[in-house]
């Protein structure tokens, strides 16, 4: 399987390319338009803005084909992550807690910015009573979800098992604050 990546599609720089050169056709076929407008160019006006306008257009269908190209090329790396995550969650609920982990570390990729594949590998690490992981994933975590009280509440364990006090006082009044707002 693919590694995890959220870098923008492959076409985007390609896409970037052609929707600013769109732009600069637009606009220079305006300049030029009203440069006729003036009597500078014994061109007619309307013939440059709309010859401008029908090139930019087809420049921005060719991007949109571009984009969407790209994102269906990567459509099946995500449904096999999905199978991938489907199976890590049937381990964790049959109790298998490193061979869930172990998937769920593979989909979290390099950057670790799998919302779902951390939150299930704190919860496999806390099983395992692997604190130091629990803290890494959940602090991850919750730089995408800070508003997820449980996982507050899951750091602060994880902090007061490694005498952590003071972390863990924090960690549940931030989990206290998102209780009481909502």
């Known amino acids: 399987m693919p590694e995890h990546d959220d870098r923008s599609p492959s076409g985007s720089g390609k896409v970037r390319w052609v929707s600013l050169s769109a732009t600069i056709v637009f606009i220079s076929g305006v ?3 009203w440069i006729a407008a003036q009597g500078a160019i014994p061109v007619a006006p309307g013939l440059i ?3 401008s ?5 087809a420049l921005l269908c060719c991007s949109s084909y571009l984009l969407t190209g790209s994102y269906a090329a990567r459509m099946p790396a995500y449904g096999e992550m999905e199978d991938k995550l489907k199976e890590g969650v049937e381990y964790f609920e049959r109790g298998e807690w490193q061979e869930a982990l172990d998937i769920f570390r593979g ?4 950057k670790m910015d799998h919302k779902r594949a951390l939150y299930y590998a704190a919860r496999c690490s806390e099983q395992l009573n692997d604190w ?3 803290k890494l994933y959940c602090t991850k975590y919750l730089a995408m979800q800070p508003k997820d009280r449980d996982v507050w509440e899951m750091l602060a364990n994880a902090h007061k098992r490694l005498f952590e006090y003071d972390e863990a006082e924090e960690a549940m009044n931030r989990a206290s604050q998102l209780r009481s707002s909502t």
């Open 31 to 33: 300049a030029m338009a």
């Open 53 to 57: 306008i029908t090139i930019s257009v």
């Open 107 to 110: 989909l979290m990729g390099p």
């Open 49 to 51: 803005l709309g010859g």
């Open 132 to 134: 130091e992981a629990v």
